[in-house]
Nanobody
Framework: QVQLVESGGGLVQPGGSLRLSCAAS????????MGWYRQAPGKERELVAS???????VYADSMKGRFTVTRDNVKNTMYLQMDNLKPEDTAIYYC??????????????WGQGTQVTVSS
Protein backbone atom coordinates (compact mmCIF):
# COMPACT_ATOMS: atom_id res chain seq x y z
CA GLN A 1 0.00 0.00 0.00
CA VAL A 2 1.21 3.49 -0.85
CA GLN A 3 0.27 6.72 0.86
CA LEU A 4 0.82 10.31 -0.19
CA VAL A 5 0.39 13.01 2.43
CA GLU A 6 0.40 16.69 1.49
CA SER A 7 1.07 19.58 3.82
CA GLY A 8 1.87 23.28 3.66
CA GLY A 9 -1.33 24.78 2.34
CA GLY A 10 -2.95 27.84 3.81
CA LEU A 11 -3.99 31.44 3.30
CA VAL A 12 -1.57 33.83 1.63
CA GLN A 13 -1.85 37.33 0.20
CA PRO A 14 -1.43 37.98 -3.53
CA GLY A 15 2.25 38.13 -4.41
CA GLY A 16 3.16 35.85 -1.51
CA SER A 17 4.73 32.41 -1.43
CA LEU A 18 3.93 28.97 -0.09
CA ARG A 19 5.75 25.65 -0.18
CA LEU A 20 3.77 22.44 -0.33
CA SER A 21 5.18 19.07 0.62
CA CYS A 22 4.15 15.57 -0.42
CA ALA A 23 5.55 12.68 1.59
CA ALA A 24 5.29 9.23 0.06
CA SER A 25 5.37 6.07 2.13
CA UNK A 26 4.63 2.38 1.78
CA UNK A 27 5.76 -0.42 -0.49
CA UNK A 28 7.61 1.74 -2.97
CA UNK A 29 10.26 0.33 -5.28
CA UNK A 30 10.71 3.27 -7.60
CA UNK A 31 8.90 6.29 -9.01
CA UNK A 32 8.01 6.62 -12.66
CA UNK A 33 6.76 10.16 -12.14
CA MET A 34 5.46 12.46 -9.46
CA GLY A 35 3.48 15.60 -9.89
CA TRP A 36 1.02 18.15 -8.64
CA TYR A 37 -2.53 18.84 -9.76
CA ARG A 38 -5.06 21.36 -8.54
CA GLN A 39 -8.80 21.80 -8.60
CA ALA A 40 -10.52 25.12 -8.15
CA PRO A 41 -14.20 25.38 -7.16
CA GLY A 42 -16.42 24.58 -10.10
CA LYS A 43 -13.51 23.59 -12.32
CA GLU A 44 -11.91 20.36 -13.42
CA ARG A 45 -8.69 19.08 -11.93
CA GLU A 46 -5.72 20.40 -13.88
CA LEU A 47 -2.03 19.65 -14.10
CA VAL A 48 0.31 21.94 -12.21
CA ALA A 49 3.59 20.14 -12.90
CA SER A 50 4.84 16.67 -13.67
CA UNK A 51 8.32 15.41 -12.77
CA UNK A 52 9.31 12.17 -14.50
CA UNK A 53 12.02 9.95 -13.05
CA UNK A 54 14.03 10.76 -16.17
CA UNK A 55 13.60 13.85 -18.24
CA UNK A 56 12.42 17.38 -17.83
CA UNK A 57 9.77 18.61 -15.43
CA VAL A 58 6.75 19.93 -17.26
CA TYR A 59 4.81 22.92 -15.95
CA ALA A 60 1.43 24.25 -16.95
CA ASP A 61 1.85 27.49 -18.89
CA SER A 62 0.20 29.69 -16.25
CA MET A 63 2.65 28.45 -13.62
CA LYS A 64 5.92 28.60 -15.52
CA GLY A 65 8.40 30.88 -13.82
CA ARG A 66 6.35 31.06 -10.61
CA PHE A 67 6.16 27.43 -9.45
CA THR A 68 9.08 25.03 -8.94
CA VAL A 69 8.96 21.31 -8.21
CA THR A 70 11.81 19.57 -6.42
CA ARG A 71 12.22 16.15 -4.89
CA ASP A 72 14.23 14.65 -2.06
CA ASN A 73 14.79 11.04 -3.09
CA VAL A 74 16.15 10.06 0.32
CA LYS A 75 13.03 11.26 2.10
CA ASN A 76 10.64 10.23 -0.73
CA THR A 77 9.25 13.74 -0.51
CA MET A 78 8.30 16.14 -3.29
CA TYR A 79 7.93 19.88 -2.88
CA LEU A 80 6.07 22.58 -4.75
CA GLN A 81 7.46 26.07 -4.25
CA MET A 82 4.87 28.62 -5.30
CA ASP A 83 5.92 32.26 -5.68
CA ASN A 84 4.09 35.39 -6.79
CA LEU A 85 0.78 33.76 -6.01
CA LYS A 86 -2.38 35.10 -7.59
CA PRO A 87 -6.02 34.83 -6.53
CA GLU A 88 -6.62 32.48 -9.47
CA ASP A 89 -4.17 30.03 -7.90
CA THR A 90 -6.74 29.36 -5.17
CA ALA A 91 -7.52 25.65 -5.29
CA ILE A 92 -7.06 22.32 -3.60
CA TYR A 93 -3.64 21.01 -4.55
CA TYR A 94 -3.15 17.26 -4.94
CA CYS A 95 0.01 15.21 -5.02
CA UNK A 96 0.16 12.43 -7.61
CA UNK A 97 2.55 9.53 -8.04
CA UNK A 98 3.01 6.85 -10.70
CA UNK A 99 5.28 4.23 -9.23
CA UNK A 100 6.34 0.60 -9.11
CA UNK A 101 5.62 -1.22 -5.88
CA UNK A 102 7.83 -3.73 -4.14
CA UNK A 103 5.46 -6.41 -5.41
CA UNK A 104 6.04 -5.50 -9.03
CA UNK A 105 2.73 -3.71 -9.55
CA UNK A 106 2.30 -0.32 -11.10
CA UNK A 107 0.52 1.96 -8.65
CA UNK A 108 -1.09 5.33 -9.28
CA UNK A 109 -1.68 7.18 -6.03
CA TRP A 110 -3.24 10.49 -5.00
CA GLY A 111 -2.90 12.48 -1.84
CA GLN A 112 -5.88 13.83 0.08
CA GLY A 113 -5.27 17.40 -1.07
CA THR A 114 -4.31 20.60 0.67
CA GLN A 115 -6.17 23.91 0.36
CA VAL A 116 -4.36 26.98 -0.94
CA THR A 117 -6.22 30.28 -0.73
CA VAL A 118 -4.78 33.47 -2.19
CA SER A 119 -6.66 36.49 -0.96
CA SER A 120 -6.08 39.91 0.53
Amino acid sequence: QVQLVESGGGLVQPGGSLRLSCAASGSILSFNAMGWYRQAPGKERELVASMPSRGITVYADSMKGRFTVTRDNVKNTMYLQMDNLKPEDTAIYYCHADLSSLYGWRVVAWGQGTQVTVSS
